[in-house]
């Protein structure tokens, strides 16, 4: 009896010794588990964050395929490969050439309405000229009733001007302007973009018109290339 609790004591600091050890070893492994855990929510992320843009751009090529399903014209995917905004020259590079029977003057569209033509033609790619382009325009029409006008480019991607139209014609703001269909290039019935500011000067004869684009210049990833129907141009 006088003897055991001198042994417990003497075992005591051995007991501790062992126990911190395990509690230090047990810790260094929650710590790892830990790590490992935050490593792999991260993979997780990363792969959700993967599927999330996969889908949103399943959703852009739908939007494609309904628009030109809607506007019952044969048409071709192609995917951008190139971008040159500069304020004179605004152009893109896509992923279609000779292979895929593109051609010069082919119209080009997005989901929302036209994007530009087709300038020039490899075998591999295609180089399009947006209607944005300073030195582009395209023949258009009021929607709401014919009038008939032509669009330019400016220089930026969010504005078309018109500068052909009488102070006194028939045009309002938040009016849709479609391709005319003259010139032989774009058919008629695509929406080019929508009135946003009518100035009329008194004195002038003719009115200043900003129109915004409708097709999403400068943001697309995807266009569409329309086609001949049979060879039949409108």
């Given at each position: 009896?006088?003897?055991?609790?001198?042994?417990?004591?003497?075992?005591?600091?051995?007991?501790?010794?062992?126990?911190?050890?395990?509690?230090?070893?047990?810790?260094?492994?929650?710590?790892?588990?830990?790590?490992?855990?935050?490593?792999?929510?991260?993979?997780?992320?990363?792969?959700?964050?993967?599927?999330?843009?996969?889908?949103?751009?399943?959703?852009?090529?739908?939007?494609?395929?309904?628009?030109?399903?809607?506007?019952?014209?044969?048409?071709?995917?192609?995917?951008?490969?190139?971008?040159?905004?500069?304020p004179f020259n605004?152009?893109?590079?896509?992923?279609?050439?000779?292979?895929?029977?593109?051609?010069?003057?082919?119209?080009?569209?997005?989901?929302?309405g036209v994007l530009?033509?087709?300038?020039?033609?490899?075998?591999?790619?295609a180089t399009v000229?947006?209607?944005?382009?300073?030195?582009?325009?395209?023949?258009?029409?009021?929607?709401?009733?014919?009038?008939?006008?032509?669009?330019?480019?400016?220089?930026?991607?969010?504005?078309?001007?018109?500068?052909?139209?009488?102070?006194?014609?028939?045009?309002?703001?938040?009016?849709?302007?479609?391709?005319?269909?003259?010139?032989?290039?774009?058919?008629?019935?695509?929406?080019?973009?929508?009135?946003?500011?009518?100035?009329?000067?008194?004195?002038?004869?003719?009115?200043?018109?900003?129109?915004?684009?409708?097709?999403?210049?400068?943001?697309?990833?995807?266009?569409?290339?329309?086609?001949?129907?049979?060879?039949?141009?409108?």
């Amino acid at each position: 009896m006088v003897t055991e609790p001198l042994r417990i004591m003497a075992a005591l600091p051995s007991r501790l010794g062992e126990r911190a050890e395990r509690t230090l070893t047990s810790r260094r492994e929650l710590i790892a588990e830990n790590q490992r855990l935050r490593d792999r929510q991260t993979v997780y992320e990363a792969r959700l964050q993967r599927l999330d843009a996969l889908e949103v751009e399943n959703i852009r090529l739908r939007r494609l395929l309904d628009s030109s399903y809607q506007l019952e014209r044969p048409v071709v995917i192609a995917e951008l490969t190139g971008v040159d905004l500069d304020p004179f020259n605004h152009v893109i590079q896509i992923s279609k050439g000779l292979r895929d029977r593109i051609r010069v003057g082919q119209p080009v569209i997005d989901a929302e309405g036209v994007l530009g033509q087709v300038e020039t033609v490899a075998a591999f790619t295609a180089t399009v000229r947006l209607i944005s382009d300073p030195s582009h325009g395209i023949p258009v029409q009021v929607n709401r009733n014919g009038l008939r006008s032509v669009a330019f480019g400016t220089g930026r991607t969010d504005t078309l001007s018109m500068s052909s139209l009488p102070s006194n014609a028939d045009i309002r703001e938040g009016d849709l302007l479609v391709t005319s269909g003259l010139g032989g290039r774009f058919p008629a019935g695509y929406p080019v973009g929508e009135v946003r500011r009518i100035q009329r000067d008194g004195g002038a004869a003719f009115s200043d018109i900003a129109v915004e684009p409708l097709g999403r210049i400068g943001q697309v990833k995807e266009v569409l290339l329309i086609e001949d129907r049979g060879g039949d141009d409108e």
